[in-house]
C-alpha cells in the first residue's frame, strides 16, 4: 500500500521560509505528476503546486513566485520550498497524485503556521 510520509512543518514569521518534504512508498512516482496541498482551519483542501514526471510545473496563483515545487524520482521524494510566507499560508500541507483519479489514502501532512 502506498504511504505518504510529509515532514519540514513548523512555527514561522511572516517573511521567513520553509522547506517540506514527501517521502512516497509504492508506484506513486511512476504515475505521473504529484502535487502539494493545504488545508486551512474551517476550509477546503485545495491543490497548491503540481508537478509532472518531466519536472513541467504549476502554481495556485497566490504562491506563485513565493512557492517551489521540486522532485528527486531517485528518491521518490517530492519537496516544496514556501518562502515570504504570509499568515494566510498557515495550513497543514499534503502531498499526493495531481490528478483525482490516482489520489491515494492522505498521508498525516505537516503544519505550517506562520506567525509573528
Known amino acids: 500500500q502506498v504511504q505518504l510520509v510529509e515532514s519540514g512543518g513548523g512555527l514561522v514569521q511572516p517573511g521567513g521560509s520553509l522547506r517540506l518534504s514527501c517521502v512516497t512508498s509504492g508506484d506513486m512516482f511512476s504515475i505521473g505528476g504529484m502535487g502539494w496541498y493545504r488545508q486551512a482551519p474551517g476550509k477546503q483542501r485545495e491543490l497548491v503546486a503540481a508537478i509532472t514526471t518531466r519536472g513541467s510545473t504549476h502554481y495556485e496563483e497566490s504562491v506563485k513566485g513565493r512557492f517551489t515545487i521540486s522532485r528527486d524520482n531517485a528518491k521518490n521524494t517530492l519537496y516544496l520550498q514556501l518562502n515570504s510566507l504570509k499568515s494566510e499560508d498557515t495550513a497543514v500541507y499534503y502531498c499526493?497524485?495531481?490528478?483525482?483519479?490516482?489520489?491515494?489514502?492522505w498521508g498525516q501532512g505537516t503544519q505550517v503556521i506562520v506567525s509573528s
Open positions: 499526493n497524485a495531481d490528478q483525482t483519479i490516482f489520489l491515494r489514502p
